[in-house]
């Protein structure tokens, strides 16, 4: 990530093209998750606010921090006004290896983690665990690659944008177990995993670790 960070037309170029991938990840989430319980979500790296707008859309009841880079944030203003809800969400710069926003019932990292590598990977994922309170959850919205990778499209679609991410960021694709492992080093510890339908899940965490037999899976297709 680093190249982005000295070449600001880059970074420019590699925002806008996750934002324009994030819109189907983000209509999947809002709506396999329930948020009823939830009064406030803080989405973490959230780039020009495609996922907490449709959060919000879909769930009138909530209001939410987006948080990214100053630069990358400041970009969002357009898309939360076109979708009416700019008045509950409030815009955060700054560096979430530093400090992440607290006050979040759920903090989302949807398709963060997989930017980086393990060591930097734990880092962040201890940060948002620093700015969770006891009853906050976190949920990482990513590829779960097979344990034993079956021929199929949808494994190939994974194995494809794990090569994807290696090349581009240095980051990878993961296994349950490997985001298990990784949650586990930061004080975290899995509930459950909720399908969305799409290529991705939600892999809901909490402050609590819970056993891997304790691991509930809901289906939302």
């Known amino acids: 990530m680093a ?4 070449d600001p037309a880059l970074l420019a170029d590699y925002a806008a093209g996750m934002a324009a991938s994030a819109t189907l990840v983000a209509q999947a989430a809002a709506k396999a998750y329930d948020f009823r319980d939830v009064q406030h979500v803080v989405d973490v790296g959230g780039g020009h606010g495609q996922m907490v707008s449709s959060v919000l859309t879909n769930h ?3 209001s939410a921090t987006l948080f990214d880079r100053p630069e ?11 979708a009416g809800v700019a008045a509950r969400c409030h815009l955060v710069g700054g560096d ?14 949807s398709r963060v983690v997989h930017d980086w590598d393990d060591a930097e990977a734990i880092a962040l994922l201890r940060r948002c665990r620093a700015a969770m309170a006891k009853h906050s959850r976190l949920l990482l919205i990513e590829r779960l690659l097979e344990e034993r990778p079956a021929p199929s499209p949808e494994a190939q679609g994974h194995a494809l944008s794990d090569l994807n991410m290696l090349v581009r960021t240095g980051g990878q694709e ?11 080093a930061a004080g975290l ?4 995993v909720v399908p969305t339908g799409a290529p991705w899940c939600i892999v809901e965490a909490a402050m609590r670790p819970v056993s891997d037999d304790a691991l509930v899976e809901e ?3």
Do not use: C, N, S
């Open 3 to 6: 190249r982005y960070e000295r």
């Open 60 to 62: 009138p009841h909530l």
């Open 72 to 82: 990358v944030v400041a970009g969002a203003t357009a898309l939360l006004t076109r």
């Open 96 to 109: 979430m290896f530093a400090a992440v926003p607290e006050g979040g019932d759920v903090l989302i990292l």
């Open 174 to 184: 993961r296994t349950l177990a490997e985001y298990g492992m990784l949650l586990r």
């Open 189 to 192: 510890g899995i509930q459950r």
């Open 219 to 221: 289906r939302h297709l």
